[in-house]
């Protein structure tokens, strides 16, 4: 049950956000007053404008059949920029489960409907706690993901690695929001809404289970690269056959989804502990068939020699000015060589 602690007096003072940019109508974001902002060195607001609009504490109990998210106070703790304005009512339970895994549909709400404002890259973190002993794990990376914390594929950020209220952030998986709308915008008239499920795998860890919901945006129209989020906004990749119980070898093609352009991407690294030791690096080779996407491409192996089966494969990439990390798992079936 969703629990709501603002009043609508204080719904009226969104108009003072930074969560959107401008549209036709001439509205634009807000400077913040950063003087009395707790800034981590990383962030600034001339650096990006990827601003955090909610957080919200999840709370799971598999034995009670439950689940809750609350708006949480974000004063004083370590996010990016901004960190002193949310909007409760940007997420809504609509429904969930268990079959077996559990399982939410959890609805994004635009908080300025009918105004003209516009977001961009809309998408929902889940900030867990890593777990390694239950939880898939990439060393050379330092990630732990999928397995037993989160089933998603639309990706993980490294954004967060300290959050505050005691929680060590790892991979944090997201699910990214209107990413079928032109230039992933996410409009305050006609389709404002949207609906995405989350698949949770608990196994070994038993409940109640919390987490945080962390809703972030970016500002700015993409055609202002330099203030959108500096890290690639999506990674998708295709993985040719190849790979036998007797090593062989495979294409990997990656599709990178950057604002910035392909000269600030920092690198594309692939790994896989079940089938080779350390990274495989991928070069750049084209520009991709839709605007701003670029394709690194590389070969990777089944050097240890791994038995026929399905494995996790992680492609990481970042951005070289800032740093920050972002990832997204596929898997890659080894077949039985005859």
């Known amino acids: 049950m969703m629990k709501h602690s603002r009043l609508l007096s204080i719904m009226l003072l969104l108009g003072l956000v930074f969560l959107l940019s401008a549209c036709s109508g001439g509205m634009t974001p807000v400077e913040p007053d950063t003087e009395s902002l707790n800034m981590p060195e990383s962030f600034s607001a001339e650096m990006d404008n990827r601003n955090i609009i909610a957080v919200y504490k999840a709370v799971v109990d598999p034995n009670e059949g439950t689940f809750e998210i609350t708006p949480v106070e974000?004063?004083?703790?370590?996010?990016?920029?901004?960190?002193?304005?949310?909007?409760?009512?940007?997420?809504?339970?609509?429904?969930?489960?268990?079959?077996?895994?559990?399982?939410?549909?959890?609805?994004?709400?635009?908080?300025?409907?009918?105004?003209?404002?516009?977001?961009?890259?809309?998408?929902?973190?889940?900030?867990?706690?890593?777990?390694?002993?239950?939880?898939?794990?990439?060393?050379e990376l330092n990630v732990v993901a999928n397995n037993s914390v989160v089933l998603e594929q639309d990706g993980y950020t490294k954004l967060f690695d300290y959050l505050g209220f005691e929680t060590l952030g790892n991979a944090n998986p997201f699910k990214a929001y209107f990413k079928d709308q032109p230039n992933r915008n996410w409009p305050s008239t006609g389709y404002t809404e949207e609906t995405q499920r989350w698949e949770m795998n608990f196994a070994g860890f038993g409940g109640p289970f919390e987490y945080i919901l962390v809703v972030d945006v970016t500002t700015n129209y993409p055609n202002i690269p330099q203030l959108n989020s500096p890290e690639p906004a999506e990674i998708d990749a295709t993985i040719g056959p190849g790979l036998t119980t007797l090593g062989g070898s495979a294409e990997i093609n990656a599709t990178l989804l950057?604002?910035?352009?392909?000269?600030?991407?920092?690198?594309?690294?692939?790994?896989?502990?079940?089938?080779?030791?350390?990274?495989?690096?991928?070069?750049?080779?084209?520009?991709?068939?839709?605007?701003?996407?670029?394709?690194?491409?590389?070969?990777?192996?089944?050097?240890?020699?791994?038995?026929?089966?399905?494995?996790?494969?992680?492609?990481?990439?970042?951005?070289?000015?800032?740093?920050?990390?972002?990832?997204?798992e596929f898997t890659v079936n080894v077949e039985s060589d005859i």
């Open 258 to 328: 950057d604002w910035q352009g392909q000269e600030t991407i920092g690198g594309v690294l692939v790994e896989a502990p079940d089938l080779f030791i350390g990274t495989v690096s991928l070069s750049y080779s084209a520009p991709g068939p839709n605007p701003n996407e670029y394709v690194y491409t590389g070969t990777i192996s089944n050097s240890l020699l791994a038995p026929e089966g399905e494995y996790n494969i992680l492609v990481a990439t970042w951005d070289q000015m800032r740093g920050i990390f972002m990832y997204n």
């Open 74 to 139: 974000r004063s004083g703790t370590q996010y990016h920029f901004p960190v002193n304005d949310d909007y409760p009512r940007a997420l809504e339970i609509t429904d969930y489960g268990w079959t077996p895994n559990f399982w939410a549909d959890i609805k994004l709400i635009h908080p300025f409907p009918r105004m003209g404002i516009e977001g961009y890259d809309p998408r929902v973190i889940g900030i867990i706690q890593a777990y390694p002993d239950v939880s898939f794990n990439y060393p």
